[in-house]
């Protein structure tokens, strides 16, 4: 990247308490058209096959919808059969609350995750969780606030759903034993988000999402509900009548693949950073790889916004090693500066993450960005400003960042912090009614994997609510289904119809799909997996 | 093969008396400490020249660990703790000693006070070996009043204190400074160093820690004198060695031998061979350093120099026979794993090291393991040795480091 | 990338490897072209999946820290500890009939949480510097809101549960203080007039 050196840009830095104002600035949507990521021309496809056929989608996700799968009827030969009511895949929030549900209501249920229960985006989540609870609050302006953030591309039901549901799931979430910060008299405390109308924001401390997963973990941890970790699911099963008849899974541990016979499965499987779409950094954490678009789609699920993802402005670009990490959004709230390597404001900081995100972007891609000699680079986070306007700002309302800056070898009170925008949610995702429940019967989807609830625009603290609101109906209702008789014969024959559709379509079959883990883990080449892949492939190798 | 003699010292019968002073006076018990009475000053050279060593398995010299105490001036209290806390795989020497023959331990304690100048003896012991617990208990008893002791507290110029003290039984208590804190009546937590022992161990006094073995010996080498004693051993090593076998040989037990002896005239004249229908795989040395001999070292004499120069280690005389059908992966598993149930807990890389290596060992026995937990195995061998405060630790990863090295064939077999 | 101008030796796994020193141990792992899937996370220093054991140069000391917070070192030795450690605790908290009964359920549900013997390895191993042993002591004497507030930025990395001679399980016992401390304690009035009024369906939304 081109720009002003660092050692550079940081010797020219002088703190100020005050700066001059950005100058004009150019109309939002043209400035996202020419700078945004979702812009991009070169992002975008159009999907070949399908339920989704026809519709736009990001070039890397459909990649992997319309590659060719991780295994073939002949790799499951031997493999051992499980039997479960519910099979919930993934173990972040959503996950978890599903599966404490379904077993609540008696159903037998089996969470798979592909890292360890609770390696999550939503350990993650610092802000807090939506609920109107305060006086002058109500859950229709909560409706509202949603829908105006989507930009009105929303499924309005599921929206309507979540919002009436949210005192209620603060209230079983403190029956899981979560705390929340309470003011003297015992009441749950509030902040207001960006682009909502009241304080609706409750949180405990910075560590929201920390807290909350912790508790579901130790929940699930402490029941009989039966965990397999390091296990992702490479395929969902299905049944003669197209139901959703459970999944195969790769044991990471018993380096062998497992089918799970389920009548209900939860997809859980989070959002899609680790692809690092369009090449950039991400704040989400190791196994965020669209595992379950992959999964969900093969098997004749509708996906909706794949085209629409969040770049937070503030990710941190330096040092190298914390590249991506997210600094909240508060800060910028809180007054501080954004700086280009001539050491010049150039956006309203306080505009929409969209719009903030290209502005740095278009900074850096026209050489006035601030370079870090490694290929990387960002603009300035004038975090002294706000030090010298408000001292002892940072120490009481912002420990996580001074922590953070401890681990950069910075001071963020008095040395500015170089960012870059960092890949954050997957606004979109598989199509869902308001129990979870997806085109496919017998396969529910929830959290971020999901789409409709969020539109093209998430307002933070709606995403640890989606979570909780909709795994619990969707654990309550995949439950529902444990009295069925179950399904007479189980297979993967669908693969036998994408890869048909891919091979009329005249697409190439040599990737394939879901992703599991970004490549710069190398797992593709690690020796101690060789077992799980594909038999005809181990045979071309040899 | 030529038959040494057998038990010519620490296990001859007229030591084996019990706890009946009389009956060890009678003998040649207290002539040692008559001798050292008159001359307490030619104690320590005595003991250099015998070459007498820490026979508990460290093998440091002994006149050097006597010296540094003696050197420690003041009127305040002097400690010995003879350490009975016996608890090592494979050992039980001590227990044998305590028993039948606590007269020679106290008489070479009354010695080496005399020594260093020391006024307060402690007789550390296990209370889990309930023979030689009471055993020492009556024998302490009956020394207190009697002239021998009085002489020999004339000879120091103060009074003798003499008790017997339970350790918690806690294998960690065996350590030097474990041991310190628990005789002060707390949980046997090994210290930091330094400060050493000799200059602040008990109630910060100076404290001489030695092994049960390593007195006994003491009296013998006053009256027989240090050629005597040298003489007994074979080649360059001294004195005799209580040598514990056990394992798949048709006589286990404790032989005293010459230090010295060879590795297979332990296991076949004295051992009696293998049992029935097995075949000799592999001998785990016991102690505070498991490591193990193969077949290549039967020739090995059975001293501090000859096996340390066969990679492994003398330590406290244990040889824990195994046969072909042992695993030695399992076996090592058990090894670690009684030093992972040993664990303090105060260094964490030895509580959480040692569990760890126990838990990638247990996954390699049951056919679980990978290449890279192999690997990691024996990364840990590089990276955790010397890093706790005692030597517990490197104990655990001396027996794996040894596995590795002479069966890294049989690891590689059981990986997945 | 740069170039190797400035390169940082070490050993992963025992693994000897090369890598810029802006990265962490991790990324340096992967830098080296090393496959590594377990034992990553968040990557963020908050899910206590990438346990390492670090011993750096010229040191005795061998640290349990979290591979995504170290930053390689020249002459630095790290191992990844990858242990499953789900806890063997069984309990439900509706078991508890009530917050009268809350010290004794402990006590049947930890029984090894008195016997702590005070060696301070927990707060040793801990890479986010919590009062481990203060916080299991406070447990067993029935203090749990105290006890849990020591906990407020456990990870579960289960090091301490490791690193524990007694085997009792100091981040669970952080945990259970924590969740009994919310479910008989937190009562927030705001909250439960708001359920009062969507019970009664006075608040519907308009779609």
């Excluded at chain 1, 989070?270 to 369009?278: A, S």
């Excluded at chain 2, 009085?150 to 009074?159: C, V």
């Amino acid at each position: 990247m081109k720009g002003t050196p660092i050692e550079q840009a940081l010797a020219e830095y002088t703190a100020a308490a005050q700066r001059p104002a950005p100058g004009a600035q150019p109309d939002t949507r043209e400035l996202l058209r020419a700078f945004h990521p979702d812009h991009d021309a070169h992002a975008k496809v159009t999907l070949q096959v399908g339920p989704n056929k026809g519709d736009i989608c990001h070039r890397q996700v459909a990649q992997l919808l319309q590659a060719d799968a991780r295994i073939d009827e002949a790799d499951l030969a031997g493999s051992p059969v499980t039997e479960t009511d519910v099979l919930v895949i993934g173990g972040g929030g959503a996950g978890c609350a599903a599966a404490l549900v379904a077993q609540q209501q008696g159903a037998r249920v089996i969470i798979a995750t592909k890292l360890r229960l609770g390696d999550s985006n939503t350990v993650m989540a610092e802000g807090g969780i939506q609920a109107s609870i305060e006086k002058d609050d109500t859950p229709q302006m909560h409706f509202d606030d949603t829908i105006r953030a989507s930009r009105q591309v929303v499924d309005r039901e599921l929206v309507a759903e979540m919002v009436s549901d949210a005192p209620d799931v603060i209230r079983w979430l403190i029956q899981q034993g979560m705390q929340f910060d309470l003011d003297d008299y015992g009441d749950l405390m509030t902040r207001r988000a960006g682009g909502t109308s009241a304080a609706r924001v409750v949180y405990y401390r910075d560590y929201t999402g920390l807290e909350m997963m912790r508790v579901l973990r130790e929940a699930i941890r402490t029941s009989d509900i039966e965990v397999w970790d390091y296990s992702p699911a490479v395929e969902l099963l299905s049944s003669e009548s197209g139901y959703c008849a459970g999944a195969v899974i790769s044991s990471l541990k018993e380096r062998q693949h497992k089918l799970v016979r389920a009548k209900a499965v939860i997809l859980a499987t989070g959002g899609i950073g680790r692809m690092h779409l369009n090449e950039f950094p991400t704040s989400n954490h190791f196994g965020a790889t669209g595992d379950g678009l992959v999964l969900a789609y093969r098997l004749g699920a509708r996906l909706r916004d794949l085209d629409s993802f969040q770049y937070h402005p503030s990710g941190l670009a330096y040092p190298q090693h914390l590249a991506g990490t997210l600094i909240t959004e508060g800060v910028r709230s809180a007054g501080a500066y954004l700086l280009n390597g001539r050491g010049e404001r150039f956006v309203d900081e306080l505009q929409p993450r969209d719009h903030v995100a290209a502005a740095i972007i278009r900074e850096c891609a026209e050489g006035r960005g601030i370079s870090t000699g490694s290929g990387s680079g960002g603009v300035w986070l004038d975090t002294p400003s706000v030090e010298l306007r408000n001292p002892g700002l940072f120490e009481a309302r912002f420990p996580k960042l001074i922590q953070l800056g401890k681990k950069c070898g910075i001071d963020p009170r008095h040395q500015p912090m170089l960012i870059y925008p960092t890949l954050h949610y997957q606004n979109g995702g598989v199509v869902i009614d308001r129990n979870g429940q997806t085109n496919v019967p017998g396969l529910f989807c929830i959290g971020e994997a999901s789409g409709g609830v969020h539109g093209r625009n998430r307002l933070m603290g709606n995403s640890l609510l989606d979570i909780i609101s909709f795994g619990r109906r969707a654990g309550a209702h995949a439950a529902g289904r444990a009295h069925d008789r179950g399904h007479k014969k189980i297979s993967i024959e669908h693969l036998s119809n994408l890869r048909r559709e891919l091979t009329l379509a005249g697409m190439p079959l040599d990737s394939k799909g879901p992703l599991l883990f970004p490549g710069y883990a190398n797992f593709e080449n690690d020796s101690d997996y060789a077992g799980l892949r594909k038999n005809s492939e181990r045979e071309g190798m040899q | 093969m030529t038959q040494r003699p057998l038990n010519q010292v620490l296990l001859h019968p007229g030591c084996r008396v019990g706890p009946e002073l009389d009956q060890w006076l009678s003998g040649h018990g207290g002539e040692g400490l008559a001798r050292a009475c008159a001359a307490p000053g030619a104690i320590i050279d005595a003991i250099r020249e015998a070459g007498l060593r820490g026979l508990g398995g460290s093998g440091y010299p002994t006149h050097k660990k006597w010296s540094f105490v003696a050197q420690q001036q003041g009127t305040g209290d002097k400690y010995l703790i003879c350490n009975g806390n016996e608890d090592e795989p494979g050992t039980f020497k001590d227990r044998l000693l305590m028993a039948e023959t606590p007269h020679q331990i106290i008489e070479g304690a009354l010695i080496t006070a005399l020594a260093c100048a020391i006024n307060r003896i402690v007789f550390y012991i296990n209370p889990d070996l309930g023979l030689a617990i009471d055993n020492m208990h009556q024998a302490v008893q009956q020394w207190r009043g009697t002239p021998p002791l009085q002489t020999a507290a004339d000879a120091l110029g103060r009074p003798i204190e003499m008790e017997v003290v339970a350790s918690s039984g806690h294998y960690i208590g065996g350590e030097e400074t474990a041991a310190i804190e628990s005789v002060e009546g707390n949980f046997p937590f090994p210290r930091g160093k330094p400060p050493y022992p000799a200059e602040s161990g008990v109630h910060g006094c100076p404290t001489l820690i030695n092994n049960m073995e390593t007195l006994a010996n003491v009296p013998h080498i006053l009256r027989n004198g240090a050629a005597w004693y040298r003489d007994l051993g074979l080649g360059d090593a001294c004195g005799t060695k209580i040598y514990c076998i056990s394992g798949d040989v048709l006589r286990p037990g404790a032989y005293e031998l010459p230090m010295g002896t060879p590795l297979s005239e332990l296991l076949y004249i004295y051992g009696d061979g293998m049992l029935v229908g097995k075949k000799l795989k592999a001998i785990f040395t016991g102690g505070p350093s498991n490591t193990i001999l193969t077949t290549t070292d039967l020739d090995v004499p059975l001293d501090f120099e000859s096996v340390a120069a066969r990679r492994s280690a003398l330590g406290t005389g244990a040889m824990i026979v195994v046969s072909h059908g042992t695993g030695i992966v399992k076996r090592v598993t058990e090894y670690v794993n009684f030093f992972a149930a040993s664990s303090c807990g105060q260094c964490p890389s030895c509580k959480t090291g040692t569990y760890y290596i126990s838990m990638l060992l247990s996954k390699i026995d049951t056919g679980e393991g990978t290449r890279a937990d192999l690997e990691s195995l024996i990364n840990l061998c590089k990276i955790l040795p010397g890093s706790g405060r005692c030597h517990l630790l490197d104990g655990a990863v001396k027996v794996l480091d040894s596995s590795l090295y002479h069966f890294m064939s049989e690891y590689e077999q059981a990986l997945n | 990338m740069s170039g190797n101008a400035h390169e940082i030796h070490l050993t992963i796994n025992g693994k000897d490897i090369s890598a810029p020193p802006y990265l962490s141990v991790i990324q340096a792992l992967w830098h080296a072209g090393y496959p590594r899937v377990k034992s990553v996370g968040c990557l963020e220093g908050v899910c206590g999946s990438c346990r390492v054991m670090v011993r750096r140069a010229d040191s005795r000391q061998v640290t349990t820290e979290l591979g995504c917070q170290v930053l390689v070192e020249e002459g630095m030795q790290v191992n990844f500890l990858l242990f499953p450690t789900p806890t063997h605790h069984r309990y439900q908290l509706d078991e508890i009939k009530n917050s009268w009964e809350v010290q004794a359920r402990f006590h049947q549900f930890f029984p090894e949480a008195e016997k702590c013997r005070h060696c301070g390895g927990c707060n040793t191993t801990c890479p986010k510097g919590i009062q481990v042993e203060k916080g299991v002591e406070l447990a067993s004497k029935g203090k749990f809101r105290e006890a849990g507030e020591l906990f407020g930025e456990c990870v579960l990395c289960n090091l301490c549960q490791t690193a524990c001679p007694e085997s009792i399980a100091p981040n669970h016992v952080g945990l259970f203080s924590r969740r009994v401390t919310a479910y008989f304690h937190t009562r927030p009035s705001n909250l439960i007039r708001r359920l009062e009024r969507l019970r009664k369906g006075e608040l519907q939304v308009v779609t």
